[in-house]
């Protein structure tokens, strides 16, 4: 079942305001939460990824949780996967907090599409602008 417009703003607004979160904990060194933070933050990204799933393949079960995601998911998007989640370790938590970003907003622009629904480009820009600049402070 495709999200309603309001679901899918949702999920990305939700997302968005995680990251800026998670830049704030890492950006005071507070690693663990950062790293749980970014824990929930996957958490928030299933719905954009099944949804993904349903727009290439609309008769695909996508399992609880994201069982046999690898079954259900196109290759590409699966290895990009592979790089959001990081070490225990500052640079490392920043660099897949990077490659969430990329996958996320790839597969929320390419899904914005095909539902028809708008695609909050500006706020995304200005939330990674904000990412990078904190990741970028001495």
């Given at each position: 079942i495709p999200p309603t417009e309001n679901e899918f703003t949702e999920c990305i607004h939700n997302i968005m305001y995680g990251t800026c979160i998670i830049s704030k904990y890492l950006k005071r060194g507070d690693l663990w939460?950062?790293?749980e933070a970014h824990s929930?933050?996957?958490?928030?990204?299933?719905p954009m990824i099944e949804w993904y799933a349903h727009i290439h393949?609309?008769?695909?079960?996508?399992?609880?949780?994201g069982m046999h995601m690898k079954d259900w998911l196109d290759d590409e998007t699966w290895q990009e996967l592979h790089y959001i989640a990081g070490?225990?370790?500052?640079?490392?938590?920043?660099?897949?907090l990077f490659a969430l970003i990329d996958v996320y907003t790839r597969i929320a622009r390419e899904t914005?599409?095909?539902?028809?629904?708008?695609?909050?480009?500006?706020?995304?820009?200005e939330v990674i602008a904000y990412v990078k600049q904190l990741s970028e402070l001495d």
């Open positions: 939460t950062a790293l929930i933050e996957r958490r928030f990204m299933l393949n609309p008769d695909e079960y996508t399992h609880y949780r070490h225990f370790d500052e640079q490392d938590s920043w660099r897949a914005a599409t095909y539902l028809g629904y708008p695609y909050p480009e500006t706020m995304i820009e």
